[in-house]
């Protein structure tokens, strides 16, 4: 049960880091980063980059057509 909430609440998320795109993707690093910075999604705050979720997602259904 924690786990399907786990992965509800990810879903939720605006932004998410590198690791996290990763994951959402399930690719390796170089390609998820590829595909967030295709979309337009990279966000810089400081050191930290973050990848705005909904606009990989929208990236992604528009190059599935």
């Known amino acids: 049960m924690n786990k ?7 879903r ?3 932004a998410v880091d590198t690791c996290g795109l990763m994951q959402m993707l399930s690719c ?4 998820a980063v590829r595909i967030g910075t295709d979309a337009g999604a990279r966000i810089q705050l400081g050191r ?6 909904r606009k990989i997602q929208t990236y992604l259904d528009e190059v599935a057509q």
Do not use: M, P, Q, Y
Request: no cysteine; net charge neutral; glycine share 4%.
């Open 4 to 10: 399907t909430t786990a992965f509800e609440s990810e």
């Open 12 to 14: 939720a998320k605006a």
């Open 28 to 31: 390796g690093r170089e390609t």
């Open 48 to 53: 930290r980059v973050l990848w705005n979720v």
